[in-house]
């Protein structure tokens, strides 16, 4: 049996019990679900049931749950076992708990990057989507390091936790191409000063709607915040029932040409900042290594260019 137990299951039994869901654990896998399906299914043939599968997804057995610690520890042994092939350094604790918000914001982007330059990291992700719950995980020792705009949090950041900015999000406008705004190729502030923007989901993320209110007061629009915050298409959706609406998006987000709303531009550009924050007094071993990581790609942005809007930042310690 032993020659039949790849890393790759493992890695996927890993990935399915943190998402309890094998779509999204073939994303963060970058595999179709297909193929975690099969290696799922090599594991179980061999060791016997893992998961229950039951609506809506996937949660481990009593096997299962006894054999995630040995495969985290597997995981983590293979990649002390490329580091030392390599000569190279590695961190005592190699599993890094963050939480990175969602799939398709910068800090999951950053921590992927980072785990190509060290291959034997492991990385365990939640999404809390809510800073000031992820704070609290900090606080409780569940979680190592937490991204997320602190400029939006109603207190500043206690003293034992350090926080430092690295990246933002350049910001779009998805207006309705049967709206009014349909011809133009840059919106401006006189453009949206008498306009309404459309931003769900401050009821379940505090530092999300100060940015939303901040960037409204800012451009002199009107803010409505009514819905929730399930993704693009229903920001596509609800821009398309109603061409008077405007909401905001990432730049890099994946628009479609056929979606019927349009991604504009904004002069001058929004900006939403993401902090990584971390104990400052014990840090994981890994932190000081990812943040020697990210300062290549850190932001040099400046609040006193005129071609980028930052919302107010506190200083970082």
Excluded: C
């Excluded at 003293?159 to 779009?172: G, K, N, S």
């Excluded at 349909?182 to 379940?204: I, K, S």
């Excluded at 890099?252 to 104990?279: E, F």
């Amino acid at each position: 049996m032993g020659e039949d137990l790849h890393l790759s299951q493992v890695r996927a039994l890993l990935a399915v019990a943190h998402h309890g869901h094998v779509g999204r654990a073939a994303v963060d896998l970058h595999l179709s679900q297909q193929a975690v399906s099969k290696r799922i299914a090599a594991l179980e043939t061999h060791l016997g049931p893992l998961f229950h599968r039951r609506p809506p997804g996937m949660t481990l057995t009593d096997l299962g749950e006894r054999l995630l610690e040995q495969a985290q520890h597997l995981i983590a042994l293979a990649g002390q076992i490329t580091a030392d092939a390599h000569h190279q350094p590695y961190p005592p604790h190699p599993s890094l708990r963050a939480d990175v918000w969602g799939q398709v914001h910068p800090p999951m982007k950053l921590l992927r990057d980072f785990t190509t330059h060290h291959p034997g990291v492991v990385i365990e992700p939640s999404m809390r989507r809510n800073l000031p719950s992820a704070l609290a995980a900090l606080e409780q020792d569940e979680i190592d390091l937490a991204f997320g705009y602190t400029g939006g949090l109603p207190d500043r950041l206690p003293a034992h936790l350090a926080a430092r900015i690295v990246a933002t999000t350049p910001v779009i406008a998805l207006i309705s191409a049967r709206g009014p705004l349909a011809e133009r190729t840059r919106l401006t502030r006189h453009d949206l000063q008498t306009r309404t923007v459309w931003w769900p989901g401050g009821a379940t993320s505090p530092e999300l709607a100060a940015f939303g209110h901040q960037l409204a007061d800012h451009l002199g629009a009107g803010l409505i915040t009514d819905g929730v915050n399930l993704g693009l298409e229903v920001l596509i959706d609800r821009i398309t029932r109603d061409p008077t609406l405007i909401t905001l998006a990432g730049a890099d987000w994946p628009i479609s040409g056929d979606s019927g709303v349009l991604a504009r531009p904004i002069h001058p550009v929004p900006h939403y900042p993401w902090s990584a924050i971390w104990p400052a007094q014990r840090p994981h071993p890994l932190i000081r290594d990812l943040l020697k990581h990210l300062e290549t790609g850190r932001p040099t942005l400046r609040p006193d260019d005129p071609s980028i809007w930052l919302p107010w930042l506190p200083t970082a310690r």
